[in-house]
């Protein structure tokens, strides 16, 4: 699943000349066909896979079910799934944004509005007014955004051409994308702000000559959406390191895999054991399976494994080690879920591979894994299901890290042994393939949500200087020093800081799940891991935004104009 290129390649020759070379003229392993147009594939699956049965042919697939393309057309689900989340989170933050700040703006300006309204402007006049300066702010905020797309949709371009060994993979961005992204930004700023837009239309002169009072709720709800955002950038890296951690480093602990050209004997193993730095070798079974419970059915392979290995072992929901049974067969749990069944069902197994044989075997448990699914038994019983004898098809090893280079070089030089998979090659292999397409919209994601954070609470202490600067200013009058007006505006500012930072977290919290839900396949699954960590450089950064936006604020507070103060307001 994730090559390692430097010990990996596929390398391409003509077909006579391969032939003559391994003097099998006439003869292939794999075979591709077009269908005609109305054709039924799943007929002509079957069909292949009764050819073929007798020359040794494990199944026949479907295009959508070749692995690279599968692989490649979940990510791209995946894009779509992020395409939809984050633009919804942002438009929402948007949305909220203009309209906490169209709602001060106005009561702001409540009487010059009542005194519009009294020399005869119409309510349709005062809503065009704000209407279309929502509308100026959001036409500049969407040539930033496209010039800013472009960019990044460039780079997701190279990244994947650089991960999938595309030959060329080429960004266009189509007029109408342009176009639909303008209207929905448009559409999304003037719904936020409808409300403010239209209670000022509807604010008769009267009532507009009083005061408003200031809406702290907005403040508070502004920063509990920044520091939820902020998570979900957050938590993606922390799942990412807690899946290699379960996967590698708790169920499969070997340095090596060892996979052989065809099931052998087990007393290989002992050749294996004897090489200088090998410290303990386990030997597996792999036999490709259909799976089918009821009407549903799953194409993967059953895995036989040693009782109580050291370098293969099966984990439940709390990562506990579980022992293999003697009888029976354990599911990973998102292949359980995939076939609606539960331990006590009888699982049908058809074998893909030698007699193939059609048998029943109990589910007897689940197992948690975060990488590819599959089905589990003892070797032994699955070598007495098959009757074959004492079978394997590979075995992990544990090697001193002096000795894994020539360990490996050995191995690579034996005969009957296809590939060897190097542990620390996979992981690496795994972070290039998955990961960095996941970490770069964790990193987008930490920027716009550092960004938003900043925004939200320099707004609100902005707004909020605007809103008493009378006040403030006749306090410095009165002969309170900067420091003491401050402390009565930041220091507010600062309770609904830390009062939005709890609200924050558990809006955080729901959207990761609400993410790591939509991540999943039975190609991997992103758990929802949210370490203190997250939730700390999530809180961090509020933190930090205030502070930064305090000292901006501060440095306002020496510019009060107590001279205005002392005249009247009217």
């Known amino acids: 699943m994730f090559p390692d290129y430097k010990r990996y390649g596929v390398m391409w020759m003509a077909r006579k000349p391969l032939a003559s070379a391994y003097d099998m003229s006439g003869a292939f392993n794999n075979v591709s066909l077009t269908l005609t147009q109305g054709a039924n594939e799943q007929d002509v699956i079957d069909r292949l896979d009764d050819i073929l049965k007798d020359y040794g042919g494990i199944g026949a697939y479907a295009r959508k079910d070749q692995l690279s393309n599968r692989f490649l057309s979940e990510e791209l689900k995946q894009q779509k799934t992020i395409a939809t989340i984050f633009p919804i989170i942002f438009f929402g933050v948007a949305a909220f944004l203009l309209n906490v700040v169209v709602s001060r703006l106005i009561s702001l300006q409540r009487e010059q509005i009542a005194g519009l309204k009294a020399f005869g402007y119409s309510d349709f006049d005062v809503g065009l007014h704000y209407t279309k300066l ?51 930004s448009m559409s999304v700023a003037v719904l936020g702000t409808l409300y403010a837009v239209r209670s000022t239309a509807r604010l008769p002169p009267a009532q507009a000559m009083r005061p408003e009072p200031p809406a702290i709720y907005h403040s508070t709800l502004g920063i509990s959406m920044a520091c939820g955002t902020m998570m979900t950038g957050g938590f993606q890296e922390g799942a990412i390191n807690h899946m290699v951690e379960v996967q590698f480093g708790m169920s499969r602990t070997g340095d090596l895999t060892v996979i052989y050209t065809e099931p052998t004997s087990a007393r290989s193993l002992y ?49 506990t080690i579980i022992d293999v049974p003697e009888h029976g067969v354990i599911l990973t749990d998102y292949l359980a879920e995939l076939l609606q069944i539960r331990p006590g069902d ?225």
């Open 134 to 184: 929502v509308l100026m702010i959001v036409s500049l905020g969407i040539v930033i955004g496209i010039v800013a797309g472009i960019k990044m949709g460039q780079g997701m371009s190279n990244i994947y051409m650089t991960l999938y060994s595309l030959p060329f993979m080429t960004y266009v961005l189509k007029p109408q994308v342009i176009v639909t992204a303008a209207l929905i």
């Open 346 to 570: 009888m699982l049908t197994l058809e074998v893909l591979e030698g007699q193939r044989p059609t048998v029943q075997v109990p589910v007897v448990g689940t197992a948690k894994e975060y990488l590819g699914v599959s089905a589990y038994m003892q070797r032994s019983s699955l070598n007495r299901l098959l009757k074959e004898g004492e079978a394997i098809t590979g075995a992990w090893l544990s090697v001193d890290d002096r000795y894994q280079k020539e360990v490996y070089a050995e191995l690579k030089g034996m005969p009957r042994i296809a590939g060897v998979v190097e542990q620390k090659s996979a992981i690496r292999a795994f972070y290039d393939t998955i990961a960095e397409s996941v970490l770069f919209f964790t990193f987008i994601s930490t920027l716009l949500g550092g960004s938003i954070a900043f925004g939200v609470i320099y707004n609100s202490m902005r707004i909020a200087l605007s809103e008493r600067n009378r006040e403030l200013a006749s306090l410095r009058v009165l002969g309170f020093q900067r420091g003491e007006v401050a402390y009565i505006l930041l220091g507010e500012l600062a309770l609904l800081t830390l009062v939005a930072i709890p609200l924050g977290l558990l809006l955080g919290y729901g959207l990761c799940a609400f993410m790591a839900f939509q991540f999943d396949t039975d190609l991997y699954r992103i758990p929802l891991v949210l370490g203190i960590n997250v939730y700390a450089f999530a809180a961090l950064v509020v933190i930090a935004s205030s502070i930064i936006s305090a000292i901006m604020i501060w440095r306002n507070l020496a510019h009060l104009d107590m001279v205005a103060v002392l005249k009247t307001k009217e």
């Open 271 to 319: 050749s294996l054991q004897s090489l200088q730095g090998v410290e303990h070798a386990e030997a597996f079974r792999y036999v490709p399976v259909n799976l089918r419970f009821e009407h549903r059915s799953y194409r993967t392979a059953v895995s036989g494994i040693p009782p109580r290995g050291e370098l293969m072992r099966l984990l439940d929901a709390n990562l």
